[in-house]
């Protein structure tokens, strides 16, 4: 199977999401006053799952244009993470494993990095497709912001996901086109995005 590419227009276009996501996380995080500086938790350990070919492409855009060198140091840290976190959901337990992008603390494809990557941490609303209205409420930090600052929690600003995620969502409409309901859906983690390669195309039969 041939890889699937993200054309150029898309990967405009999912850079251009991304960065709305970022400006939404910086405004909310900066009227509430939350900062990672000098938090003692780093939640590039937390166990994410990812559901998006459009964003698997657009990383694996990212890994092509890594050095040899740091692009086996990462596939070896993604194998043992896969490896790991398996015989952790075996046993019942939730994965706390770092990813294997981090190196020192930080994102080596920051760029790159996934929408949950870019909206955790801050209060958030989203209205679902079938009209439910959820809230999160943030990372632990936020939360005690927030309890110190706010009356209540519903006080505080939250990012507003629900365009940003149907942006996303239709963006990955337009690069599955017909193929959608014909690839199989997915639930990666990052380090079984980088394990297994960049995402693979079917052939379609266009009689
Ligand atoms: S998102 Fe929250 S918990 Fe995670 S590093 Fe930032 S402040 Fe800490
Ligand atoms: S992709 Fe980057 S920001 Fe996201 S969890 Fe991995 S290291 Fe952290």
Same mark, same amino acid.
């Given at each position: 199977?041939?890889?699937?590419?993200?054309?150029?227009?898309?990967?405009?276009?999912?850079?251009?999401? /991304? +960065?709305?996501?970022?400006?939404?996380? +910086?405004?909310?995080?900066? =009227? #509430?006053?939350?900062?990672?500086?000098?938090?003692? =938790?780093?939640?590039?350990?937390?166990?994410?799952?990812?559901?998006?070919?459009?964003?698997?492409? /657009?990383?694996?855009?990212?890994?092509?244009?890594? *050095? $040899?060198?740091?692009? *086996?140091?990462?596939?070896? %840290?993604?194998?043992? @993470?896969?490896?790991?976190?398996?015989?952790?959901?075996? &046993?019942?337990? %939730?994965?706390?494993?770092?990813?294997?992008?981090?190196?020192?603390?930080?994102?080596?494809? @920051?760029?790159? %990095?996934?929408? #949950?990557?870019?909206?955790?941490?801050?209060?958030?609303?989203? #209205? &679902?497709? $079938?009209?439910?209205?959820?809230?999160?409420?943030?990372?632990?930090?936020?939360?005690?912001?927030?309890?110190?600052? @706010?009356?209540?929690?519903? =006080?505080?600003?939250?990012?507003?996901?629900?365009?940003?995620?149907? &942006?996303?969502?239709?963006?990955?409409?337009?690069?599955?086109?017909?193929?959608?309901?014909?690839?199989?859906? !997915?639930?990666?983690?990052?380090?079984?995005?980088?394990?297994?390669?960049?995402? %693979?195309?079917?052939? !379609?039969?266009?009689?």
């Amino acid at each position: 199977m041939k890889e699937l590419f993200l054309p150029p227009e898309l990967s405009c276009e999912i850079g251009e999401i /991304y +960065d709305s996501m970022a400006a939404a996380y +910086d405004e909310v995080a900066q =009227d #509430i006053g939350l900062t990672c500086e000098g938090c003692p =938790d780093n939640c590039c350990d937390s166990y994410f799952l990812h559901h998006t070919y459009c964003e698997w492409a /657009y990383l694996w855009e990212g890994i092509r244009a890594l *050095d $040899d060198d740091r692009l *086996d140091r990462i596939m070896q %840290r993604a194998r043992e @993470y896969v490896t790991r976190s398996r015989l952790l959901i075996a &046993r019942g337990e %939730r994965p706390q494993l770092m990813c294997p992008l981090n190196e020192a603390g930080l994102c080596v494809l @920051y760029g790159h %990095r996934l929408m #949950i990557c870019r909206t955790h941490g801050v209060p958030a609303a989203l #209205i &679902r497709p $079938d009209g439910q209205h959820l809230r999160f409420p943030g990372c632990f930090r936020c939360q005690e912001v927030v309890a110190a600052t @706010y009356g209540t929690e519903t =006080d505080a600003p939250a990012m507003n996901r629900t365009i940003l995620f149907q &942006r996303l969502a239709q963006l990955e409409s337009r690069l599955l086109g017909n193929r959608r309901g014909l690839l199989p859906k !997915i639930k990666l983690t990052i380090a079984e995005m980088i394990v297994g390669g960049p995402p %693979r195309d079917i052939k !379609i039969n266009q009689d």
